[in-house]
């Protein structure tokens, strides 16, 4: 992920990352579902796992730490929903390692490859929507309501 004097664009650009890995993801998982086990398919799974660890967590991490702090001296409402999907996606995450990992131990287990595809695609459909939700509705309040000044408190809290 980059760096960027601008946070929002920085934010923006981390959920190009994450939506492209999504993207990978499920495509991933629909092959198994279909195909069944593959060695090339469930690496793309972990590395799709790893990236949301990894580089997600963070993401989210700075949102909460440095954005809504400031965002929140204004208005509350936008940030708890955003807090909300964050927790629902850490615990989303969680089935998905969860199930991905039965997936790796029985790998001719048709009723875990059923539950992998059903928690990957819930997974991505919430995180989907939560980067449509602050893409298209957070961010350009921010945008819109926060000084200058303020934008480059964020940007120094995001380092």
Do not use: C
Not at 83 to 104: E, M, P, S, W
């Amino acid at each position: 992920m980059r760096k960027s004097a601008d946070p929002i664009a920085q934010l923006m650009q981390e959920h190009d990352d994450a939506l492209f890995q999504l993207k990978l993801l499920n495509r991933a998982v629909n092959a198994v579902a279909r195909d069944g086990y593959s060695a090339r398919h469930f690496r793309q799974i972990a590395a799709a796992l790893r990236f949301i660890e990894e580089e997600v967590s963070v993401h989210n991490h700075k949102e909460e730490a440095a954005l809504f702090p400031v965002l929140e001296r204004y208005v509350e409402g936008p940030t708890r929903i955003m807090r909300g999907d964050h927790k629902k996606l850490r615990a989303g995450f969680t089935q998905l390692n969860i199930a991905a990992k039965r997936v790796n131990s029985s790998r001719d287990s048709f009723a875990a490859i059923k539950h992998l595809s059903r928690v990957a695609k819930s997974v991505v459909q919430v995180f989907v929507n939560h980067i449509h939700k602050e893409n298209h509705i957070l961010f350009p309040l921010v945008q819109r309501f926060l000084t200058k000044e303020e934008l480059r408190e964020i940007a120094k809290k995001m380092i």
